[in-house]
């Protein structure tokens, strides 16, 4: 079946724009994590969701930042006023339930200039 | 906080050599050990994982070792190959809804 997918796959917008990332995750899959990757770095954990409910949002480096799950599916992590510190790879994962493998997307560049 | 320190961050090892990858952990309640292999423009993927009821799990050419009391987990790669040229993630999970914490990444590189 279909894995993770992410919209757009590349993002450049300019600072001060509000930008849309999108997720599908796997069909049945409840939980979905967001991450965001800078070049050459580890996975910052940004959001998790349950279903359509956030346990965990610690991660959300400022309150630009904010993700919704509507259908216990699609996700869409929204930045709002880009700064280039937002320039980076953001990852989006689903799992069966939080205790199951990860299964990951490939990923949206996003690049703010 | 980092709860999974990984090390070293980059490794180069000649083809068919082992390549050795360590993490530590700090969080007593992690009870589940993956490791994701990334290659360039792709997300990780899931390599192989382990469970702390057991000091070792093999799957090929992959193997993790576990050290409970250490709170220690590596990955060995034997007979590495230029394939095998990614960077790789452990990361440790707990009960309850919490998600994975990952280490910071080993890049690693296998010459001919």
């Known amino acids: 079946g279909a894995g993770v997918s992410q919209s757009p796959s590349n993002k450049v917008t300019e600072k001060g724009k509000d930008v849309e990332l999108r997720c599908d995750p796997i069909?049945?899959?409840?939980?979905l994590y967001w991450y965001r990757q800078s070049l050459g770095q580890g996975l910052e954990f940004l959001i998790y969701f349950q279903g359509n409910s956030a346990p965990d949002k610690s991660g959300l480096p400022s309150d630009r930042f904010s993700a919704e799950r509507t259908g216990g599916s699609v996700s869409t992590l929204t930045i709002q006023r880009t700064q280039q510190e937002d320039s980076a790879v953001y990852l989006c994962?689903?799992?069966?339930?939080?205790?199951?493998?990860?299964?990951f997307g490939p990923g949206t560049r996003l690049t703010v200039l | 906080q980092q709860q999974v320190k990984q090390s070293p961050q980059s490794l180069i090892v000649q083809k068919g050599g082992i390549s050795i990858i360590n993490c530590a952990y700090e969080n007593t309640a992690f009870d589940y050990f993956p490791w994701y292999q990334q290659f360039p423009g792709k997300g990780p993927a899931l390599l192989i994982a382990i469970r702390p009821d057991v000091s070792e799990k093999k799957e090929g050419r992959f193997t993790i070792s576990f050290n409970k009391s250490a709170k220690q987990f590596s990955l060995h790669i034997m007979d590495s190959q230029p394939g095998d040229s990614a960077t790789y993630f452990c990361a440790a999970h707990g009960s309850g809804n919490t998600p994975l914490v990952f280490g910071k990444g080993t890049r690693l590189s296998v010459i001919a």
């Open positions: 994962a689903s799992s069966a339930s939080n205790y199951n493998e990860q299964f």
């Open positions: 069909s049945g899959h409840t939980a």
